[in-house]
């Protein structure tokens, strides 16, 4: 089993969440999101991002609008519509749903090998 393709797998299933997380605290420019993603430890390469960001928008999940830049071409800065914000509230619960699962799941693997430690030390 390749652990590399399991780990990009993990990583794909949450990264629509934080890029909309970013995108609803305020407007931003993907360049942006890429250096918060990356400030956050999370790898966000432009040509993953486009794309999603592209096929959000074909959705009615993100809107743009076109800011001038006065160090080059005007800048598309991306914004949550009100189907986004729905979208979005809807993928927050699946998130606390699914993070609160899986750590009550390790954690029991934590208390079973504390457990099993004490079990062995007496």
Partial sequence: MNIENTQSQMRKGVLEYCIL?????????????????????LQLLEGTLYPLLNRLKNAEILTYRWVESTSGPP???????EKGEEFYQLLEATWIELSSGVEAVVKANYKKADNESNTTEQ
């Fill in 75 to 81: 800048r598309k800065y991306f914004i949550l519509t």
């Fill in 21 to 41: 997380a970013i995108i609803r605290r305020n407007e931003a420019y993907p360049g942006d999101i890429i250096d918060e993603m990356k400030s956050a430890g």
